[in-house]
């Protein structure tokens, strides 16, 4: 049975240069981190605020923590001293709030637009003309604690691996689009987060740059 740190070697070695791997560690005990960190992992992913704040109290500090989950607006000063980047921005409003709470402190936070781009109603996102609605508007442009960093986004839970490829496409084209027209003068838009254990192979043919794994990695996941 392979380790921690041998599927972290395997994975590693699969990753283009420029695409980096966040190590989905939500649910999983700190010793699992441990493990991971002593290998060389140092971006680890996770969604529950509660949860990634002690973990973040109790690992070392040189450990950049990304938010990956959904997020409420009344947890986000929980994290707003330490995480790095929070993927699943689904609205304004979450922008507003966050930009509020880090400017409290003095810090700018990165981050990446939830685009809606499978085919389940349960996942969350702006859809691709809903996102775009809110950057025409501008009104973002005055948060001055927040960077949009780029897009992220799920496709479908499905065996169509055509279906995958097509929405992680869709995704792709919406982020050069996004750039193009309201971040070309922006080096810090450049991230799109997509792919996870079953399609992280898709998505980075797709111009994934950040991937998502976990179970791939850590095993199964323990919800007790």
């Known amino acids: 049975m392979n380790t921690i740190a041998d599927n972290l070697k395997q994975i590693q070695a699969e990753l283009p240069q420029g695409v980096r791997l966040v190590a989905v560690s939500k649910f999983h005990p700190q010793e699992a981190i441990e493990e991971a960190y002593r290998a060389g992992q140092r971006i680890f992913g996770e969604s529950k605020v509660q949860e990634m704040t002690a973990k973040y109290e109790n690992l070392p500090k040189d450990i950049e923590w990304h938010f990956i989950g959904h997020l409420q607006t009344n947890k986000i ?15 304004y409003k979450l922008l507003v709030e966050i930009n509020k709470q880090a400017a409290k402190i003095n810090r700018t936070i990165c981050c990446l ?22 950057l025409a508007d501008e009104d973002w442009k005055s948060l001055d604690h927040i960077q949009i960093c780029g897009l992220m986004g799920m496709a479908s839970n499905t065996d169509n691996t ?14 050069l ?16 987060s997509m792919g996870m254990s079953h ?4 998505a980075i043919a ?12 850590f095993g199964e996941r323990n919800y007790n």
Not at 117 to 129: D, N, R, Y
Not at 199 to 202: I, L, R, V
Not at 209 to 216: E, H, N, P, Q, Y
Request: include cysteine; proline fraction near 2%; hydrophobic fraction near 35%.
């Open 77 to 91: 000063k929980y994290m707003i001293p330490y995480v790095a980047m929070i993927h699943g921005i689904d609205s």
């Open 113 to 134: 637009l939830q685009i809606h781009v499978a085919q389940e109603e349960t996942k969350f996102g702006f859809t691709p003309e809903e996102c775009k609605s809110m």
């Open 162 to 175: 055509e279906q995958i490829i097509k929405e992680f496409r869709l995704l792709h084209n919406l982020f």
């Open 177 to 192: 689009e996004i750039r193009e027209k309201w971040f070309a003068h922006s080096s810090s838009f450049k991230e799109l």
């Open 199 to 202: 399609d992280y192979h898709e």
């Open 206 to 217: 797709e111009g994934s740059t950040l991937v998502r794994v976990g179970s791939k990695i």
